[in-house]
């Protein structure tokens, strides 16, 4: 899924109000934070500090920071070589804290700094979004030991703003019920296309409800384009939104009242979104309802419902725990057989591999991508040290060993390898991994739905050692379980095997200097006879505007949300028959920012920042050297890490940072991609245009008696992004 970030914080003006409340962890022996506020109330252990507002909607807070605060006899003091903080987009507001603490390093004993962050509350209309900041410490040894520590400041809102104890409670207010659907003559009933939208049913009448008027359900967790409600309020509200080839039946809605704004219809997509939790706060939804929500918590999506046995199956990811304020992209091993389920129908000719036509992918919010591989070796691999110790993950034999090969042996549990860190399963397995897999679904986001043209079919085998390459972040306070499945649809009409674009030719081109914009561009050639039915794309957040071109200079793709790429249908199909190659070319760019603002200035809140890159980044692919001030002289030239002064204001002034790095390719959504992504089959019965003009007919498809592709070999849909393209990672990781 995308990095789903906490809002930005509030705290600011400090002495507004007499009296302060003083939270602290437990000490730690590297480093600790606190923090004062007026009026201020602690909770979650002390983690969470939260402050009444002044008149002017702001709260008043005091950081403070120690290193080697050894007040328990449990913990030795160490040599304290950096100290860095964070706040988010606002890293400028306590550069000051991180200025001071580092004059005293290295440091072998307890040193404490304090500093006043005055950050104006965020706020919509009549300051109804409540105002919060997560603040991080981390400190680093001589030996090499890492220590963190985090708070998060709250800003309540002021009194007259709209309380709600949930997004979706949000929306039943501000949207159902401010715009009339809640009337006798609307939804206030079940007259109105059996929906009734009051309080008390419009919840259970929405999800995955089927619709009278369409073949799409009220509301499908995960997916807007295939919620008709969504699509009813689109409607209106932003035509151009809505998906290609989809009609919406009868009025657009709300009928014969104002339309949705802009901000509640972006509220009800990211509901949808993150999987239509009925409690909770969907991040982002407060500034659009403006409304006073609780602090984001981990939301888990309604699971999957598997196909029934004659449609498809389901793949299940064993669980895995994710902590608070943790990011970690995983891989581990389970096999597979389900040769005694998939119909003869639905098989190659040689009996060893399955057909689907459409996948569906369910995975929780917190996703940033889930990639399914397949393993090249054989199966008797299974046992290979590499693996580590299979157990079973889940059920009523949770933690006990268990055979991978005997599906039954960890009962409603999964058999699972080792759960090891790791960059897209580089290095995982026997071999030390390598290219030793390729994928046979998943997404860079956390839900996708891929339907192929009729006939068009992919098969892979039945049987095997699956590889679960997932990735996810926990901005939250609460630690959470990931959870995620994936249902195969089997191909009732297969006539063609599908052809797959995944253009990682230049996966890592995009290299913007900081507070600087780029347009990378490449070109991608179509086999004679291709029949092109979708276009994706996939680039990290830099990347603001993807666009392809038809052979002609017609543009007929355009993507602005990098996670959430638009994946685009043609039906029909584009046709490329020419014999010439340039007939078959698509040209396509992406626009990256590297933190300019709109007006053109330098804006640090967006420009790729070395202090924000996941360790995991660092180390392997996407480290980078900063070259620019990101606090103080904001813009101007710097060198590295250590060269903060340079950064200064004035000579002393302590208030500089070089953290501004050039766009660099890489694995995090602070670094870079460039990847060209979609889907096609070859018309082998249509007649190509050749050399000098002419026709000439191509092979005729190799069909059995009721029309189905002879084809015995490997056939898989694209890759879909992010994970999918760590293998391009590896092969690239020099340029």
């Known amino acids: 899924m995308s990095h789903m970030r906490v809002l930005l914080v509030a705290s600011a003006i400090a002495g507004l109000l007499p009296t302060a409340l003083v939270a602290q962890d437990t000490p730690e022996c590297l480093v600790t934070l606190s923090a004062s506020g007026s009026n201020a109330t602690v909770s979650r252990g002390g983690r969470m500090i939260s402050g009444t507002p002044d008149p002017s909607g702001n709260c008043a807070f005091t950081l403070t920071a120690c290193v080697d605060d050894t007040a328990t006899d449990a913990c030795a003091p160490e040599p304290i070589n950096s100290f860095r903080i964070q706040s988010l987009a606002h890293d400028a507001d306590v550069a000051p804290l991180e200025s001071a ?37 981390q400190v680093t040894t001589s030996h090499g030991r890492r220590d963190a520590d985090s708070l998060l400041l709250m800003c309540q809102c002021n009194a007259e703003a709209t309380a709600f104890k949930s997004t979706f409670e949000g929306i039943q207010k501000s949207i159902f019920e401010a715009h009339g659907c809640t009337t006798e003559l609307c939804h206030g009933s079940a007259k109105q296309g059996g929906l009734q939208l009051t309080p008390d049913a419009a919840y259970q009448n929405l999800i995955e409800v089927p619709s009278s008027a369409s073949e799409f359900p009220r509301v499908q967790p995960g997916d807007q384009t295939r919620s008709f409600l969504w699509l009813k309020l689109a409607a209106k509200t932003a035509p151009d939104k809505l998906p290609v080839g989809v009609q919406v039946a009868g009025a657009p809605m709300p009928n014969n009242l104002p339309a949705l704004s802009a901000d509640e219809l972006e509220a009800l997509r990211l509901w949808i979104y993150t999987g239509a939790p009925q409690t909770g706060t969907v991040p982002g939804t407060e500034s659009l309802l403006n409304a006073c929500l609780p602090p984001a918590e981990p939301l888990t999506i309604k699971p999957l419902d598997p196909p029934p046995a004659d449609v498809g199956f389901q793949f299940v990811m064993p669980d895995w725990h994710l902590e608070a304020h943790s990011e970690h992209e995983l891989c581990f091993a389970t096999y597979y057989d389900i040769s005694a389920q998939v119909p003869k129908e639905f098989q190659d000719p040689s009996g060893t591999m399955f057909r689907f036509s459409a996948n569906d992918l369910r995975q929780d919010p917190s ?75 998943g997404a860079q986001k956390a839900q996708a739905t891929t339907e192929f043209v009729d006939g068009v079919f992919a098969q892979i085998p039945m049987k095997g050692i699956l590889y679960w390459n997932s990735h996810a972040f926990n901005l939250t306070d609460k630690d959470t379980t990931m959870h995620a499945r994936l249902n195969y649809s089997y191909a009732r009409n297969s006539k063609f095997p599908i052809g797959s674009i995944f253009d990682t030719s230049r996966i890592f081109g995009a290299n913007a200097a900081p507070y600087k914009t780029q347009t990378l561009c490449n070109d991608y050639v179509l086999p004679q006879g291709a029949r092109l039915f979708n276009l994706s794309s996939h680039t990290h957040k830099h990347g603001k505007h993807f666009t392809v071109a038809d052979p002609s200079g017609k543009l007929i793709y355009e993507s602005f949300v990098y996670n959430d790429p638009l994946s685009l249908p043609f039906n029909p199909p584009l046709a490329f028959d020419s014999a010439l190659p340039k007939q078959r070319t698509l040209h396509f760019c992406s626009f990256y920012n590297n933190g300019m603002a709109p007006d053109g200035s330098p ?124 293998a391009a990672h590896a092969m690239h990781a020099g340029h």
């Open 603 to 726: 804006d640090p809140t967006t420009v790729t920042r070395r202090s924000r890159l996941p360790q995991s980044a660092q180390n392997t692919i996407g480290i980078c050297t900063p070259v620019a001030c990101a606090a103080g002289k904001i813009g101007t030239r710097c060198r590295g890490t250590d060269d903060d002064r340079t950064c200064d204001t004035a000579a002393g002034a302590n208030d500089g940072l070089c953290d501004a790095c050039p766009l660099t390719g890489g694995e995090s959504t602070e670094n870079e991609m460039f990847i060209l992504i979609g889907s096609y089959y070859v018309d082998t019965t249509a007649l190509a245009l050749a050399n000098g003009g002419g026709t000439a007919a191509l092979a005729l498809p190799a069909l059995d008696t009721k029309g189905r592709s002879t084809s015995t070999d490997l056939a898989v849909p694209p890759q879909l992004g992010c994970g999918a393209s760590h």
């Open 101 to 137: 603490l580092q004059t005293h390093l290295p440091a072998t004993e307890r040193t404490c700094e304090h500093t006043t962050v005055t950050i104006p509350l965020r706020s919509g209309p009549n300051g109804a979004t409540r105002g919060q900041r997560r603040i991080r410490a």
């Open 367 to 441: 996703s940033h991508h889930l990639i399914l591989n397949r393993y090249i070796g054989s199966a008797d691999d299974i046992h290979d040290p590499s693996f580590g110790a299979w157990t079973c993950n889940g059920g009523d034999k949770s933690g006990q060993s268990c055979e991978p090969t005997d599906l039954t042996s960890c009962g409603s549990g999964i058999c699972t390898s080792e759960i090891k860190q790791s960059f897209a399963c580089i290095g995982f397995g026997p071999g030390a991994g390598g290219q030793s897999y390729y994928a046979i679904g």
